[in-house]
């Protein structure tokens, strides 16, 4: 049997088994290539009705934020949060649900409003696909989630923090963002964008988002074709890897940045009332 997406299912039947405000259990049946009877569990945020197994979409549930700093040298927003279910504090990019009607842009500058106190502007540079909607962790939930990628002003609060959430606001430069992977938690997706961001330049913060071959070959003053010289070429020199601004490149950093605040960690721990 085919499914929405024209692909094989092998879900033979599908029962919610909690009734919780937030995320729910569900238990699927289905038949092995052996024949024999299987169970399978999962998580989701979503309806019934909505459940992406029987939707088949990939439309986003919600967004993490990629959001540099508007100075000479940008720093990367990073929150550094409690988080129940490893009892510990986590380094992760600010995250949230898209509500109703929001757009991930929108969705973005409500919750970096939110957590942070900062003022976000999207920048929709780049390719499309880097931004589109992409699978958390399909073992065990159906939860899609996308990128949105853009740059902060103003200074630094957690004064719209919930009481139950735990968050300290860091602005990191290079230095401390690989003193986090280093030596801290963080998520995976986090970790990877932090790598980008360790790769960016102050000139153009998000050229990595432009990765069609043709541009990048332009914005390092090569041929198409010549990736294999350039690597051999660069295979030791560190400065290799840094993409020069190209021709109508929108990245500028503004002579006059506005305020974000001199230091680079702020803590905003709220109280929690309910432990």
Known sequence: MKNESGHE????????????????????????????????????????????????????????????????????????????????????????LIDPGETPGEAAAREMEEETGLTFTEYTGGEAFCRGSFFLAPGFSDEPGCAVFGTVSGTPSGKDNESSEFIEIHLADKKEVRRILSEERTSVRTAFLMWNYLNSSAEAPFRFLDCREDTYNRSCGREPGAEKSHARSTAHDPKGSELAAGPGSTNVIPKDPPSIGKQGIHPFAAASSGG
Do not use: W
């Open 9 to 96: 299912t092998h879900i033979l039947s599908a029962e919610r088994q909690t009734d919780n405000p937030f995320l729910n259990m569900y238990h699927l049946t289905f038949k092995d290539r052996a024949g024999r009877d299987g169970n399978y569990y999962f998580c989701t945020r979503n309806d019934d009705a909505d459940l992406k197994i029987r939707t088949h979409d990939r439309k986003p549930d919600g967004i993490c934020i990629y959001a540099v700093t508007k100075e000479p040298s940008p720093r990367l927003v990073l929150v550094h949060e409690y988080r129940f279910p490893i009892d510990d504090y986590i380094f992760s990019l600010p995250a949230g």
